[in-house]
């Protein structure tokens, strides 16, 4: 598979990774984009090893390892994850792995959001793309940093809250619970309301409990920090058009926690989680039905950010649309895709910009 960008970075010009994602991937090693294997071959492996995989998501995962200057599937030793073109029957799936790969950049690259590394790889019998994510639990030397999601530190599970168990809580109970285990709070609240909002304008609908992480980072005296963010994507590309669903009373479509709800047009509010805790709503959303810059600039408040900090994010994440604009016109995203992207970015730009206050 000949690309002319790099396939980690987006970077115009070469045909596989350049030198500073070959060094933050792969540790500097010439590593092929092209997969040593095929996509029959990763399905003889996931069968064979049915049952031995712990890595939990609906999409298919495998890990692989880094051995010289190749990618191997592995069930043990992982340092990489590998996820190909899922089965289902949502939208546009043979484009998700290029819309998380985008997704992650445009995180990194326009947003100083810490991602971990990741890049699109291609099988090698032209059986599609997949996306590859290194693991940033994973140290040089092979050891793991000890990492617990927010549904283990929150202690909720299907066991003891049910299936839903993910979604059953809010972004303000998340940052009640760093205040109450992360020493450097006001450092990593913003990062993570910077991440809220990053969410928000990408339509990603499954930031759910599982999807924010704290680590422990054993060379500052253990203490917890976020994890960098990892399943970033525009999932909203993946729901049926709307004017196709049937308009019955609760007719809805869910997918990995994005609901439309075809009742309610104007149902941009969509995110995994409430932003507020009790149910509470700011006289913005009781008007609108949406979240818009005065239910973020509260949520902020409600966190401990201080008011200006706040502003300065809100007016930072409506600020880059051009620039969003020109890395989605890189990305192995399609021509027809990369429109709706942006146009959902903007409907949320819109979104972001509006104060029922003002």
Same mark, same amino acid.
């Given at each position: 598979?000949?690309?002319?960008?790099?396939?980690?970075?987006?970077?115009? =010009? =070469?045909?596989? /990774?350049?030198?500073?994602?070959?060094?933050?991937? /792969?540790?500097?090693?010439?590593?092929?984009?092209?997969?040593?294997?095929?996509?029959?071959?990763?399905?003889?492996?996931?069968?064979?090893?049915?049952?031995?995989?712990?890595?939990? =998501?609906?999409?298919?995962?495998?890990?692989?390892?880094?051995?010289?200057?190749?990618?191997?599937?592995?069930?043990?030793?992982?340092?990489?994850?590998?996820?190909?073109?899922?089965?289902?029957?949502?939208?546009?799936?043979?484009?998700?792995?290029?819309?998380?790969?985008?997704?992650?950049?445009?995180?990194?690259?326009?947003?100083?959001?810490?991602?971990?590394?990741?890049?699109?790889?291609?099988?090698?019998?032209?059986?599609?793309?997949?996306?590859?994510?290194?693991?940033?639990?994973?140290?040089?030397?092979?050891?793991?940093?000890?990492?617990?999601?927010?549904?283990?530190?929150?202690?909720?599970?299907?066991?003891?809250?049910?299936?839903?168990?993910?979604?059953?809580?809010?972004?303000?109970?998340? +940052?009640? #619970?760093?205040?109450? %285990?992360?020493?450097?709070?006001?450092?990593?609240?913003?990062?993570?309301?910077?991440?809220?909002?990053?969410?928000?304008?990408?339509?990603?609908?499954?930031?759910?409990?599982?999807?924010?992480?704290?680590?422990?980072?054993?060379?500052?005296?253990?203490?917890?920090?976020?994890?960098?963010? %990892?399943?970033?994507?525009?999932?909203?590309?993946? #729901?049926?058009?709307?004017?196709?669903?049937?308009?019955?009373?609760?007719?809805?479509?869910?997918?990995?926690?994005?609901?439309?709800?075809?009742?309610?047009?104007?149902?941009?509010?969509?995110?995994?989680?409430?932003?507020?805790?009790?149910?509470?709503?700011?006289?913005?959303?009781?008007?609108?039905?949406?979240? +818009?810059?005065?239910?973020?600039?509260?949520?902020?408040?409600?966190?401990?950010?201080?008011?200006?900090?706040?502003?300065?994010?809100?007016?930072?994440?409506?600020?880059?649309?051009?620039?969003? =604009?020109?890395?989605?016109?890189?990305?192995?995203?399609?021509?027809?895709?990369?429109?709706?992207?942006?146009?959902?970015?903007?409907?949320?730009?819109?979104?972001?910009?509006?104060?029922?206050?003002?």
């Amino acid at each position: 598979m000949n690309v002319t960008v790099c396939p980690g970075c987006l970077k115009v =010009g =070469g045909t596989g /990774f350049c030198r500073n994602c070959r060094q933050n991937i /792969f540790h500097g090693k010439k590593v092929d984009h092209v997969l040593p294997f095929s996509r029959p071959d990763y399905n003889r492996v996931k069968i064979e090893q049915a049952g031995r995989i712990s890595i939990s =998501g609906v999409q298919s995962k495998h890990s692989l390892k880094l051995s010289g200057n190749r990618l191997e599937l592995t069930d043990r030793g992982g340092q990489y994850i590998l996820k190909p073109i899922p089965q289902g029957s949502f939208e546009n799936l043979e484009y998700m792995p290029a819309n998380e790969h985008s997704t992650m950049q445009l995180a990194g690259q326009i947003f100083s959001i810490p991602t971990a590394e990741c890049a699109v790889v291609f099988f090698n019998d032209d059986n599609g793309p997949a996306f590859l994510s290194k693991r940033f639990d994973v140290l040089p030397d092979e050891a793991r940093l000890q990492q617990e999601d927010f549904a283990q530190i929150a202690r909720m599970s299907g066991e003891t809250h049910g299936n839903n168990y993910k979604y059953d809580t809010s972004y303000e109970e998340i +940052a009640l #619970l760093m205040k109450q %285990y992360v020493s450097a709070y006001q450092i990593e609240v913003e990062k993570f309301f910077n991440l809220i909002l990053f969410n928000y304008l990408i339509h990603n609908g499954d930031a759910h409990l599982k999807n924010f992480s704290l680590y422990n980072n054993a060379a500052q005296h253990n203490t917890y920090l976020l994890t960098p963010a %990892y399943d970033l994507l525009n999932t909203r590309l993946h #729901l049926p058009n709307p004017a196709e669903l049937d308009k019955t009373l609760y007719a809805r479509i869910i997918y990995a926690g994005s609901v439309y709800n075809s009742d309610r047009e104007s149902n941009e509010a969509a995110m995994a989680l409430s932003l507020f805790k009790d149910d509470y709503q700011t006289e913005s959303f009781k008007r609108n039905g949406f979240y +818009a810059r005065d239910d973020f600039f509260e949520f902020g408040i409600k966190t401990g950010i201080p008011e200006n900090r706040v502003n300065r994010f809100l007016d930072n994440i409506v600020a880059h649309k051009n620039e969003m =604009g020109e890395l989605l016109q890189r990305s192995f995203l399609s021509e027809g895709l990369t429109k709706q992207y942006l146009e959902m970015i903007s409907d949320r730009m819109k979104a972001l910009s509006y104060s029922f206050a003002l």
